[in-house]
């Protein structure tokens, strides 16, 4: 019998876990197109795994256990598993191109793809998304507050079908989510950070990034947070406004010089 990284996985998750549905958990199809009870009944009759002492329990045989040594790693591509972004092809080419395991190629994976998937917005956000449950999972507080910094910018990001003549803070889906904002403040408990630390962090972070045609100027995005955070509608709303009263000036040219506004 061939164990796939997939059935190593699932040979884990049945015996190690303490996950009682694992058989009926419907991602061995969806994700791994593996069939529980066939797989159950073929690594007992390779000698894997055994029942275990209460019924319906099995557990690793020592053969099992010395085909598990690896798992660690593949856990890794199972938790954080992403369709065509991380999965166990894109890990197996990546290793044997430049070896890398475990956290390392799972961040490295989605630095690729964001680089694959940059000029499409929304799907930028939901691998920003998942590189800032990498880092929060694994308690990389910095890169943490990066990515979150790169998401915020990519939800105010108004995409290709944004009219500036029927834009407002009311309306728009163009906005900070509630995601946005509660991780930020479970950032700043981590960190020991002030959200005036965070601001001063977020202004190095923009001037690093490069210059391009976009809805709010650097200022206006760092004080969209503060607004954002203090729940203040009001400002808010003028603030869109204004934007898109530029935008409509400048007829989609870059916004004005951020050093004047700064």
């Known amino acids: 019998m ?21 058989m009926h958990d419907t991602l061995w199809r969806d994700r791994y197109r593996l069939d529980p009870l066939r797989t159950m009944h073929a690594l007992m ?11 319906g329990d099995v557990v690793l045989t020592a053969k ?29 080419r990546r290793f044997w191109e430049r070896p890398m395991q475990g956290y390392v190629l799972v961040e490295h994976l989605l630095d690729e793809a964001l680089v694959r998937y940059g000029d499409d917005p929304g799907y930028a956000a939901v691998l920003l998304r998942h590189r800032l449950k990498l880092e929060l999972d694994t308690q990389h507080d910095q890169a943490a507050a990066a990515a979150l910094m790169a998401l915020i910018v990519q939800d105010l990001e108004p995409g290709d079908e944004f009219d500036a003549a029927a834009f407002a803070y ?3 889906w163009v906005k900070i989510t509630s995601f946005d904002k509660q991780t930020l403040k479970t950032l700043l408990g981590r960190l020991n950070w002030s ?4 601001e001063m962090h977020f202004s190095d972070w923009l001037g690093m990034q ?12 760092m004080t969209i947070v503060m607004y954002e955070i203090a729940d203040n509608a009001g400002q808010l709303t003028a603030l869109y406004a204004a934007a898109a009263h530029r935008m409509l000036r400048n007829k989609m040219l870059p916004a004005v010089d951020e050093k004047v506004l700064l």
């Open 45 to 55: 009759r390779n000698g894997y795994i055994q029942a275990g002492g209460a019924l």
């Open 2 to 22: 061939r164990l796939t990284p997939s059935t190593k996985v699932f040979m884990y998750m049945a015996t190690m876990s303490g996950d009682t549905d694992v």
């Open 170 to 172: 009311a309306t728009t």
């Open 195 to 198: 959200l005036s630390d965070f």
């Open 210 to 221: 490069p210059r391009k045609a976009t809805l709010f100027t650097h200022f206006e995005i």
């Open 64 to 92: 099992g256990q010395s085909a598990l040594s690896d798992i660690a790693d593949q856990l890794w591509i199972h938790e954080y598993y992403l369709p065509d972004v991380i999965d166990f092809a894109h890990a197996r």
